[in-house]
Protein backbone atom coordinates (compact mmCIF):
# COMPACT_ATOMS: atom_id res chain seq x y z
CA UNK A 1 0.00 0.00 0.00
CA UNK A 2 2.48 2.84 1.02
CA UNK A 3 4.48 2.23 -2.51
CA UNK A 4 1.62 2.79 -4.34
CA UNK A 5 0.57 5.54 -1.60
CA UNK A 6 4.35 7.16 -2.71
CA UNK A 7 4.09 6.27 -6.55
CA UNK A 8 0.42 7.94 -7.06
CA UNK A 9 1.33 11.19 -4.50
CA UNK A 10 4.84 11.97 -6.00
CA UNK A 11 3.49 11.53 -9.68
CA UNK A 12 0.04 13.15 -9.12
CA UNK A 13 1.23 15.89 -7.52
CA UNK A 14 4.00 16.92 -10.81
CA UNK A 15 0.93 16.10 -13.01
CA UNK A 16 -1.21 18.48 -10.71
CA UNK A 17 1.69 20.91 -10.16
CA UNK A 18 2.01 21.10 -13.95
CA UNK A 19 -1.57 21.82 -14.54
CA UNK A 20 -2.19 24.32 -12.16
CA UNK A 21 1.14 26.48 -13.94
CA UNK A 22 -0.75 25.95 -17.37
CA UNK A 23 -4.01 27.16 -16.18
CA UNK A 24 -2.53 29.63 -13.42
CA UNK A 25 -0.26 31.22 -16.56
CA UNK A 26 -3.28 31.47 -18.66
CA UNK A 27 -5.45 33.25 -15.78
CA UNK A 28 -2.89 36.06 -15.08
CA UNK A 29 -2.33 36.79 -19.05
CA UNK A 30 -6.07 37.17 -18.71
CA UNK A 31 -6.52 34.49 -22.10
CA UNK A 32 -9.15 32.66 -20.13
CA UNK A 33 -10.29 31.62 -23.56
CA UNK A 34 -7.63 28.95 -23.93
CA UNK A 35 -8.49 26.84 -20.68
CA UNK A 36 -11.20 24.77 -22.33
CA UNK A 37 -8.57 23.43 -24.71
CA UNK A 38 -5.91 23.11 -21.59
CA UNK A 39 -8.74 20.96 -19.73
CA UNK A 40 -9.08 19.01 -23.58
CA UNK A 41 -5.62 18.24 -23.44
CA UNK A 42 -5.73 17.32 -19.72
CA UNK A 43 -8.61 14.76 -20.04
CA UNK A 44 -7.67 13.17 -23.24
CA UNK A 45 -3.91 12.63 -21.28
CA UNK A 46 -5.93 11.16 -18.11
CA UNK A 47 -7.67 9.13 -20.75
CA UNK A 48 -4.91 8.05 -22.55
CA UNK A 49 -3.00 7.01 -19.46
CA UNK A 50 -6.15 4.61 -17.47
CA UNK A 51 -5.97 2.92 -20.88
CA UNK A 52 -2.28 2.31 -21.49
CA UNK A 53 -2.87 0.53 -17.87
CA UNK A 54 -5.81 -1.22 -18.70
CA UNK A 55 -3.98 -2.57 -22.10
CA UNK A 56 -1.18 -3.56 -19.57
CA UNK A 57 -3.22 -5.14 -17.21
CA UNK A 58 -5.39 -7.22 -19.63
CA UNK A 59 -2.09 -7.85 -21.99
CA UNK A 60 -0.73 -9.78 -19.08
CA UNK A 61 -3.55 -11.29 -18.20
CA UNK A 62 -3.51 -13.43 -21.89
CA UNK A 63 -0.52 -14.54 -21.87
CA UNK A 64 1.06 -17.92 -21.23
CA UNK A 65 2.88 -18.52 -17.63
CA UNK A 66 6.30 -18.08 -19.40
CA UNK A 67 5.03 -15.21 -22.01
CA UNK A 68 3.74 -13.84 -18.98
CA UNK A 69 7.25 -14.18 -17.36
CA UNK A 70 9.11 -12.42 -19.90
CA UNK A 71 6.44 -9.20 -20.15
CA UNK A 72 6.69 -8.52 -16.24
CA UNK A 73 10.10 -8.63 -16.57
CA UNK A 74 10.77 -6.60 -19.48
CA UNK A 75 7.75 -4.02 -18.06
CA UNK A 76 9.34 -3.58 -14.68
CA UNK A 77 13.20 -2.98 -17.01
CA UNK A 78 11.00 -0.23 -18.78
CA UNK A 79 9.47 1.07 -16.15
CA UNK A 80 12.44 1.19 -13.77
CA UNK A 81 14.54 2.88 -16.55
CA UNK A 82 11.63 5.72 -16.72
CA UNK A 83 10.88 6.36 -13.43
CA UNK A 84 14.48 6.86 -12.60
CA UNK A 85 15.15 9.23 -16.00
CA UNK A 86 12.18 11.50 -14.55
CA UNK A 87 13.28 11.27 -10.59
CA UNK A 88 16.81 12.64 -11.87
CA UNK A 89 15.15 15.23 -14.82
CA UNK A 90 12.58 16.74 -12.01
CA UNK A 91 15.92 17.70 -9.99
CA UNK A 92 17.62 19.17 -12.79
CA UNK A 93 14.71 20.80 -14.27
CA UNK A 94 12.39 21.74 -11.45
CA UNK A 95 13.53 25.22 -10.86
CA UNK A 96 13.14 25.93 -14.74
CA UNK A 97 9.95 23.94 -14.69
CA UNK A 98 7.47 27.08 -14.79
CA UNK A 99 9.34 29.13 -17.47
CA UNK A 100 9.39 26.09 -20.12
CA UNK A 101 6.01 25.33 -19.60
CA UNK A 102 5.02 29.02 -20.22
CA UNK A 103 7.12 29.41 -22.81
CA UNK A 104 5.16 26.24 -24.63
CA UNK A 105 1.98 28.04 -24.42
CA UNK A 106 3.54 31.11 -25.44
CA UNK A 107 4.62 29.29 -28.63
CA UNK A 108 1.37 27.58 -28.84
CA UNK A 109 -1.22 30.38 -28.45
CA UNK A 110 -0.63 32.11 -31.91
CA UNK A 111 -1.47 28.12 -33.65
CA UNK A 112 -4.90 27.53 -32.39
CA UNK A 113 -6.42 25.28 -29.67
CA UNK A 114 -4.93 22.06 -31.51
CA UNK A 115 -1.39 23.49 -30.64
CA UNK A 116 -2.81 24.62 -27.00
CA UNK A 117 -4.55 20.47 -25.97
CA UNK A 118 -1.55 19.16 -27.79
CA UNK A 119 0.61 21.12 -25.14
CA UNK A 120 -1.68 20.06 -22.19
CA UNK A 121 -1.39 16.81 -23.42
CA UNK A 122 2.22 16.09 -23.77
CA UNK A 123 2.87 17.83 -20.32
CA UNK A 124 0.58 15.74 -18.62
CA UNK A 125 0.49 12.57 -20.69
CA UNK A 126 4.25 11.83 -19.70
CA UNK A 127 3.85 11.80 -16.22
CA UNK A 128 0.21 9.86 -16.52
CA UNK A 129 1.95 7.39 -19.20
CA UNK A 130 5.01 6.57 -16.79
CA UNK A 131 2.51 6.18 -13.74
CA UNK A 132 0.45 3.72 -15.39
CA UNK A 133 3.74 1.62 -16.49
CA UNK A 134 5.23 2.23 -12.97
CA UNK A 135 2.35 1.21 -10.62
CA UNK A 136 1.76 -2.08 -13.18
CA UNK A 137 4.97 -2.87 -12.49
CA UNK A 138 5.32 -2.11 -8.31
CA UNK A 139 1.43 -4.23 -7.88
CA UNK A 140 3.51 -7.39 -9.27
CA UNK A 141 5.69 -7.08 -6.42
CA UNK A 142 3.45 -6.54 -3.56
CA UNK A 143 0.09 -8.48 -2.50
CA UNK A 144 -2.74 -9.36 -4.71
CA UNK A 145 -5.60 -7.60 -1.78
CA UNK A 146 -6.71 -4.40 -2.36
CA UNK A 147 -4.20 -2.63 -0.07
CA UNK A 148 -2.62 -1.38 -3.62
CA UNK A 149 -5.70 -0.29 -4.87
CA UNK A 150 -6.06 1.39 -1.28
CA UNK A 151 -2.99 3.54 -1.72
CA UNK A 152 -2.93 4.25 -4.93
CA UNK A 153 -6.66 5.97 -4.53
CA UNK A 154 -5.48 7.66 -1.55
CA UNK A 155 -2.30 8.91 -3.35
CA UNK A 156 -3.93 10.37 -6.22
CA UNK A 157 -6.30 11.96 -3.44
CA UNK A 158 -3.91 13.55 -1.46
CA UNK A 159 -1.91 14.79 -4.69
CA UNK A 160 -5.33 16.54 -6.57
CA UNK A 161 -5.98 17.92 -2.93
CA UNK A 162 -2.23 19.25 -2.96
CA UNK A 163 -2.36 20.62 -6.07
CA UNK A 164 -5.90 22.82 -5.40
CA UNK A 165 -4.55 23.91 -2.54
CA UNK A 166 -0.82 25.01 -3.20
CA UNK A 167 -2.99 26.79 -6.65
CA UNK A 168 -5.08 28.65 -4.42
CA UNK A 169 -2.15 29.79 -2.12
CA UNK A 170 -3.94 28.28 0.87
CA UNK A 171 -0.99 25.75 1.58
CA UNK A 172 2.86 26.08 1.76
CA UNK A 173 5.27 23.37 1.00
CA UNK A 174 8.75 23.03 0.46
CA UNK A 175 8.70 21.57 -2.91
CA UNK A 176 12.24 21.08 -3.17
CA UNK A 177 12.13 18.68 -0.22
CA UNK A 178 9.53 16.80 -0.99
CA UNK A 179 10.90 16.14 -4.65
CA UNK A 180 14.12 14.86 -2.78
CA UNK A 181 12.43 12.80 -0.08
CA UNK A 182 10.22 11.31 -2.49
CA UNK A 183 12.39 11.13 -5.02
CA UNK A 184 14.67 8.94 -2.59
CA UNK A 185 12.04 7.00 -1.85
CA UNK A 186 10.81 6.05 -5.47
CA UNK A 187 14.45 5.12 -6.11
CA UNK A 188 14.20 2.55 -3.09
CA UNK A 189 10.62 1.48 -5.03
CA UNK A 190 12.20 1.12 -7.74
CA UNK A 191 14.81 -1.24 -6.92
CA UNK A 192 12.36 -3.47 -5.69
CA UNK A 193 10.62 -3.32 -9.39
CA UNK A 194 13.63 -4.19 -10.55
CA UNK A 195 14.94 -7.05 -8.47
CA UNK A 196 11.54 -8.41 -9.50
CA UNK A 197 12.10 -7.85 -12.79
CA UNK A 198 15.05 -9.58 -12.50
CA UNK A 199 13.12 -12.50 -10.88
CA UNK A 200 10.55 -12.69 -13.57
CA UNK A 201 13.86 -13.55 -16.52
CA UNK A 202 15.31 -16.04 -14.30
CA UNK A 203 12.33 -18.02 -13.62
CA UNK A 204 11.77 -17.82 -17.45
CA UNK A 205 15.45 -19.09 -17.89
CA UNK A 206 16.75 -16.42 -19.74
CA UNK A 207 19.05 -15.23 -16.17
CA UNK A 208 20.64 -18.34 -14.06
CA UNK A 209 20.35 -18.34 -9.98
CA UNK A 210 16.45 -19.18 -9.86
CA UNK A 211 16.93 -21.87 -7.40
CA UNK A 212 20.02 -19.78 -5.47
CA UNK A 213 18.68 -17.63 -2.65
CA UNK A 214 20.29 -15.15 -0.61
CA UNK A 215 17.42 -15.37 1.89
CA UNK A 216 13.98 -17.57 1.64
CA UNK A 217 11.44 -16.91 4.31
CA UNK A 218 8.68 -18.77 2.61
CA UNK A 219 6.75 -19.11 5.91
CA UNK A 220 7.05 -15.64 7.29
CA UNK A 221 4.40 -13.70 8.58
CA UNK A 222 1.80 -12.47 6.30
CA UNK A 223 2.52 -8.93 7.99
CA UNK A 224 6.74 -8.99 7.38
CA UNK A 225 6.32 -9.96 3.65
CA UNK A 226 3.47 -7.22 3.59
CA UNK A 227 5.82 -4.91 5.13
CA UNK A 228 8.88 -5.64 2.94
CA UNK A 229 6.93 -5.72 -0.46
CA UNK A 230 5.00 -2.77 0.08
CA UNK A 231 7.71 0.07 1.44
CA UNK A 232 10.81 -1.47 -0.48
CA UNK A 233 9.56 -3.66 -2.71
CA UNK A 234 11.71 -6.66 -1.55
CA UNK A 235 9.97 -10.04 -1.15
CA UNK A 236 10.55 -12.77 1.39
CA UNK A 237 12.63 -14.82 -0.88
CA UNK A 238 15.37 -13.13 -3.12
CA UNK A 239 17.96 -14.87 -5.00
CA UNK A 240 21.66 -13.95 -4.74
CA UNK A 241 21.17 -12.13 -8.77
CA UNK A 242 18.36 -9.97 -7.53
CA UNK A 243 20.44 -8.65 -4.13
CA UNK A 244 23.17 -7.92 -6.38
CA UNK A 245 21.38 -5.84 -8.65
CA UNK A 246 19.14 -4.33 -6.19
CA UNK A 247 22.27 -3.06 -4.21
CA UNK A 248 24.03 -1.97 -7.30
CA UNK A 249 21.11 -0.18 -8.69
CA UNK A 250 20.32 1.50 -4.86
CA UNK A 251 24.18 2.16 -4.71
CA UNK A 252 24.67 3.79 -8.00
CA UNK A 253 21.50 5.60 -8.42
CA UNK A 254 21.18 7.37 -4.74
CA UNK A 255 24.84 8.55 -4.74
CA UNK A 256 24.22 9.42 -8.02
CA UNK A 257 20.78 11.83 -6.83
CA UNK A 258 22.36 13.01 -3.42
CA UNK A 259 25.81 13.79 -4.80
CA UNK A 260 26.12 17.77 -4.57
CA UNK A 261 25.85 20.39 -7.62
CA UNK A 262 29.15 21.14 -8.74
CA UNK A 263 29.63 25.14 -8.67
CA UNK A 264 29.83 26.80 -11.76
CA UNK A 265 32.35 28.94 -12.61
CA UNK A 266 31.32 32.19 -14.66
CA UNK A 267 34.01 34.43 -15.91
CA UNK A 268 33.31 37.77 -15.89
Known sequence: MFSTFLIALREGLEAALIIGILVAYLVKSNQR??????WTGVAVAITS????????TFTSTQLSVAGEEVFAGTT???AVVLVTYMVFWMK???????NELQSKL??????????????????????????????????????????????LVLGLAAAVGLGVAIYKQSVRINLGKFFTITGIA???????????????FQEFGALPGADSFAWNW?????????????????GTTMTWLQLAVWASFLA?????????????????
Open 186 to 200: LLIVAGGVLSHGVYE
Open 92 to 98: RIARGLK
Open 76 to 78: SII
Open 218 to 234: AGAHEIISTLLAGTIGV
Open 252 to 268: LTLRAYLAPKKAVLVKL
Open 49 to 56: SLAFGAFL
Open 106 to 151: DYAMPLGKLALISAAFFAVAREGLETALFIFSNFKTVSTDSAPVLG
Open 33 to 38: RALPYI
